[in-house]
């Protein structure tokens, strides 16, 4: 099992449009993919056409509950010419509800995600985090193998991926197998001009070595979370071949360094599973 947690404190840098991009490429070669849905606001769970669902991520935050991960987990909506379709365990509004009680637990409750996810069969984790250094967001850090930043390319860009980093060596601090590795910084949304190229370099300057493949701004990929539809079935729409492509070989960057056995092939669909 490969798990990598999506993150950044800011909201509108698109993290939750890379998961579903990670996710359509992932399906596109037949990966087993599990999305995990800790933010409140649902958009990874409709995103994947998952609109009213019959359980729920925070069951299993409410509680210690080791191995509880798959209890939660359903297929989703996704069409059957999408690859192999992506399980999610769903967000729910209780979500929001969750974190202030998951603070008052006296032993400390940031690794109840970790307990949920041990010995989860599922090849590849992502995990949508809130835009917030909160205790979901914790919870996940304690829980995945690695972690990606995604970030936009403007002002205050190069401060907050500064803060999220420091937020990681935090953790990586205080777990035992000094976890999760950083994969990159996924610079989403570059457009195609002067003040776009300007930020992008002082990312790529500030975290030399450490910038993924960017992901550019086009109408294709939001129209793709807008339909809860992959990009890679969008079809001939005005580019969506090259989002999509970006979205391959942001998967590729991610997975390169990991034991990736079974990953590529998409005969390892399992059978009778569409």
């Known amino acids: 099992m490969t798990s990598i947690a999506v993150v950044n404190q800011k909201g509108g840098v698109g993290k939750t449009t ?14 087993e993919t599990l999305v995990v849905d800790v933010d409140p606001q649902g958009n990874a769970t409709s995103g994947l056409a998952v609109f009213e669902p019959t359980r729920s991520i925070d069951s299993v935050l409410a509680e210690e509950s080791p191995g509880g991960i798959e209890s939660v987990m359903e297929t989703t909506g996704w069409p059957h010419d999408s690859g192999r379709r992506p399980l999610v365990a769903a967000s729910s509004p209780t979500l929001a509800a969750r974190e202030p009680q998951l603070a008052n637990d006296p032993l400390g409750a940031q690794d109840r995600l970790s307990l949920a996810m041990h010995g989860c069969s599922v090849p590849l984790i992502l995990v949508d985090c809130p835009p917030s250094l909160g205790l979901l967001t914790i919870n996940a850090l304690f829980a995945v193998d690695a972690v990606m930043v995604v970030t936009e ?22 777990r035992l197998d000094g976890g999760p590795e950083v994969k990159g910084i996924a610079i989403n949304k570059l457009g195609r001009t002067r003040d776009g190229r300007y930020w992008h370099e002082q990312l790529d300057s500030a975290y030399p070595g450490q910038c993924l493949p960017p992901v550019h701004l ?13 990009i890679h079935t969008l079809g001939s729409r005005s580019g969506v071949v090259e989002a999509a492509c970006e979205f391959d070989v942001l998967l590729d960057s991610l997975l390169e360094t990991t034991n990736t056995g079974g990953f590529s092939h998409p005969g390892a669909i399992r059978q009778g599973e569409t």
């Open 218 to 230: 086009r109408a294709a990929v939001s129209e793709a979370a807008a339909q809860s539809r992959p």
């Open 153 to 174: 390319p403007g002002a205050w860009a190069v401060d907050g991926v500064g803060r999220m980093l420091q937020t990681i060596n935090r953790i990586q601090t205080r």
């Open 18 to 31: 890379v998961v579903l991009g990670l996710a359509s490429a992932a399906a596109h070669r037949g990966i």
